[in-house]
């Protein structure tokens, strides 16, 4: 059942809706109790209002008093911007520099979590010794020793967790976890 819009709904309590729009809204509350209890309540609100303004003294001016509110309103905006409190408007860029950055280190985190652990292990095993003419290298998942033209490669399997260290004194150090036995292998490669 498609309802009427509120604005529908209270012109047609105001009595403020006619012909055709009149007699549809009529028929949809006839049938539906929410529409029709929204629509008795903008009934009550309009009586409500029409009492009210039958209150109002007959000289009431309404432009004098609206001249009237329309400064006392620039006063209290002109008096609320003396007052040094701190401002939302000034908050408001901090937090949301906040969630965009735990925003951004949730997708950081979300996306080297879902990373394949080779990508993992070449992004974190890069690494080059160059000294004296020797290269020490490696490459994602061997180390690599390179001198006068002559490499040697010490390879490990792709499954297993690997931690790559260098040191300023030109050694390369592997050290590999076999997830199944926990066996630690550790290589050092020197560059000499
Ligand atoms: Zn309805």
């Known amino acids: 059942m498609r309802h009427p819009s509120e604005l529908d709904l209270a012109l047609y309590g105001g009595q403020d809706l006619g012909g055709w729009r009149k007699w549809c ?3 949809h509350t006839a049938r539906c109790e929410s529409c029709a209890a ?3 309540r903008y009934a009550s609100d309009s009586r409500a209002i029409a009492t009210a303004a039958r209150r109002m003294p007959p ?4 432009n004098r008093v609206a001249g009237e509110m ?3 309103i620039r006063v209290a905006i002109a008096a609320g911007e003396c007052v040094a409190w701190p401002r939302p408007a000034a908050r408001l860029p901090w937090r949301a520099a906040l969630m965009a950055t735990s925003v951004a280190a949730l997708i950081l985190t979300g996306w080297w979590v879902l990373l394949p652990q080779s990508l993992h292990r070449s992004a974190q095993s890069r690494a080059t010794v160059n000294q004296s003419g020797v290269v020490l290298e490696t490459t994602g998942f061997s180390i690599e020793r390179r001198a006068e033209g002559a490499t040697l490669a010490l ?3 792709s499954d297993e967790r690997t931690v790559l ?3 300023t004194d ?7 976890v076999d997830d199944d036995s926990g066996q630690v292998t550790i290589n050092n490669v020197y560059a000499q």
Do not use: E
């Not at 000289?59 to 309404?62: E, L, V």
């Not at 030109?170 to 590999?176: E, H, I, N, S």
């Open 38 to 40: 929204a629509a008795s």
């Open 155 to 157: 390879s490990h399997p």
């Open 25 to 27: 809204i009529g028929r």
């Open 59 to 62: 000289a009431f001016d309404w």
């Open 170 to 176: 030109g050694v390369l150090r592997a050290r590999y």
């Open 165 to 167: 260290t260098v040191n």
């Open 70 to 72: 329309r400064a006392n």
